[in-house]
């Protein structure tokens, strides 16, 4: 099982921009499609961006086209979110999420969680 530790999240004022970090270990991290979800208090957890295995394809919520970036370095096994313009409604518990060869946008389908990183954006 590959294990997912995510960095990068905190405070941050509407209209900023954040980084966050999923650093992957284990197994063979290009075997791996990764996804990051999000969940907010009360809600349930949501799509946000995955990348195929050596970083092909992306693919986004509607919602979130245009502000989000999702990349990966193989060589650092690594994948990135790059969160800009951020709103208050981005607020949540982010989660680095892993998937054996092919890319998904339901949670449950996913192989390996990381524990997660709060981001809080104020207004």
């Known amino acids: 099982q590959v294990q997912l530790v995510e960095s990068g999240g905190g405070l941050v004022q509407a209209g900023g921009s954040l980084r966050l970090s999923c650093a992957a270990s284990g197994r063979t991290f290009t075997n791996y499609a990764m996804g990051w979800f999000r969940q907010a208090p009360g809600k349930e957890r949501e799509f946000v961006a995955a990348i195929t295995r050596y970083g092909t394809n992306t693919y986004y919520a509607d919602a979130l086209k245009g502000r989000f970036t999702i990349s990966r370095d193989n060589g650092k096994n690594t994948v990135y979110l790059q969160m800009n313009s951020l709103h208050p409604e981005d607020t949540g518990v982010y989660y680095c999420?892993?998937?054996?060869?092919?890319?998904?946008?339901?949670?449950?389908?996913?192989?390996?969680w990381g524990q997660g990183t709060q981001v809080t954006v104020s207004s």
């Open positions: 999420t892993a998937r054996l060869w092919n890319y998904s946008e339901r949670f449950a389908s996913y192989d390996a």
